[in-house]
Protein backbone atom coordinates (compact mmCIF):
# COMPACT_ATOMS: atom_id res chain seq x y z
CA UNK A 1 0.00 0.00 0.00
CA UNK A 2 1.05 3.55 -0.36
CA UNK A 3 1.45 6.15 1.56
CA UNK A 4 1.52 10.26 1.21
CA UNK A 5 2.06 12.93 4.14
CA UNK A 6 2.90 16.46 3.08
CA UNK A 7 5.51 17.96 5.39
CA UNK A 8 6.71 21.81 4.63
CA UNK A 9 7.56 21.87 0.87
CA UNK A 10 7.77 18.36 0.48
CA UNK A 11 5.03 15.26 -0.27
CA UNK A 12 6.68 12.47 0.91
CA UNK A 13 5.59 9.13 -0.32
CA UNK A 14 6.07 5.63 0.78
CA UNK A 15 5.81 2.68 -1.34
CA UNK A 16 6.60 -0.92 -2.28
CA UNK A 17 10.18 0.80 -3.82
CA UNK A 18 10.81 2.59 -0.32
CA UNK A 19 10.50 6.65 0.18
CA UNK A 20 11.22 8.94 -1.80
CA UNK A 21 9.52 12.77 -1.89
CA UNK A 22 8.62 15.44 -4.57
CA UNK A 23 8.83 19.23 -3.85
CA UNK A 24 6.05 21.19 -3.63
CA UNK A 25 7.38 24.67 -4.80
CA UNK A 26 6.42 25.79 -8.21
CA UNK A 27 9.03 25.56 -11.06
CA UNK A 28 8.09 28.82 -12.82
CA UNK A 29 8.25 31.35 -9.38
CA UNK A 30 9.05 29.28 -6.13
CA UNK A 31 4.95 29.27 -5.72
CA UNK A 32 3.62 26.69 -3.04
CA UNK A 33 1.38 24.24 -5.06
CA UNK A 34 -1.78 23.32 -3.64
CA UNK A 35 -3.22 19.74 -3.72
CA UNK A 36 -6.32 19.87 -5.54
CA UNK A 37 -8.82 16.52 -4.61
CA UNK A 38 -11.52 18.05 -7.08
CA UNK A 39 -8.91 17.62 -9.86
CA UNK A 40 -7.69 14.00 -9.32
CA UNK A 41 -5.27 15.39 -6.88
CA UNK A 42 -3.59 17.12 -9.14
CA UNK A 43 -1.37 20.34 -8.03
CA UNK A 44 -2.41 23.72 -8.69
CA UNK A 45 -0.03 27.12 -8.64
CA UNK A 46 -1.87 29.63 -7.01
CA UNK A 47 0.00 32.20 -8.31
CA UNK A 48 0.07 31.85 -11.90
CA UNK A 49 -1.75 29.02 -12.58
CA UNK A 50 0.56 26.33 -13.12
CA UNK A 51 -1.13 22.90 -12.98
CA UNK A 52 0.49 19.74 -12.42
CA UNK A 53 -0.59 15.73 -12.33
CA UNK A 54 -0.10 14.25 -9.13
CA UNK A 55 3.26 12.31 -10.30
CA UNK A 56 4.76 16.14 -10.59
CA UNK A 57 4.34 16.75 -14.51
CA UNK A 58 3.46 19.98 -15.41
CA UNK A 59 0.32 19.47 -17.70
CA UNK A 60 -0.62 23.95 -18.06
CA UNK A 61 1.91 26.31 -18.08
CA UNK A 62 3.34 28.58 -17.15
CA UNK A 63 5.64 26.32 -15.71
CA UNK A 64 7.89 24.46 -18.38
CA UNK A 65 9.86 22.22 -15.68
CA UNK A 66 8.42 19.13 -13.82
CA UNK A 67 8.17 19.71 -9.87
CA UNK A 68 11.20 17.06 -8.99
CA UNK A 69 11.63 14.15 -7.19
CA UNK A 70 14.29 13.72 -4.40
CA UNK A 71 15.62 11.06 -2.93
CA UNK A 72 15.16 10.29 0.91
CA UNK A 73 17.27 8.83 3.85
CA UNK A 74 15.85 7.31 7.10
CA UNK A 75 19.12 7.26 9.24
CA UNK A 76 19.75 5.06 12.80
CA UNK A 77 18.21 7.48 14.99
CA UNK A 78 15.09 7.44 12.47
CA UNK A 79 15.23 10.78 11.30
CA UNK A 80 13.98 11.08 7.66
CA UNK A 81 16.70 13.30 5.46
CA UNK A 82 15.36 14.58 2.40
CA UNK A 83 18.72 15.13 -0.24
CA UNK A 84 17.36 17.78 -2.54
CA UNK A 85 20.72 18.02 -4.25
CA UNK A 86 19.78 14.97 -5.93
CA UNK A 87 16.81 14.79 -7.77
Known sequence: PETIM???????KRDGRGLSA??????HQSCMVRN???TGGKFICPCHGS??????RVEVGPA???LPWY??????ER???AWLGKE
Open 71 to 76: ELELDT
Open 51 to 56: QFSAGG
Open 79 to 81: NLW
Open 22 to 27: MSLVCT
Open 6 to 12: FVERLLI
Open 36 to 38: DET
Open 64 to 66: NRD
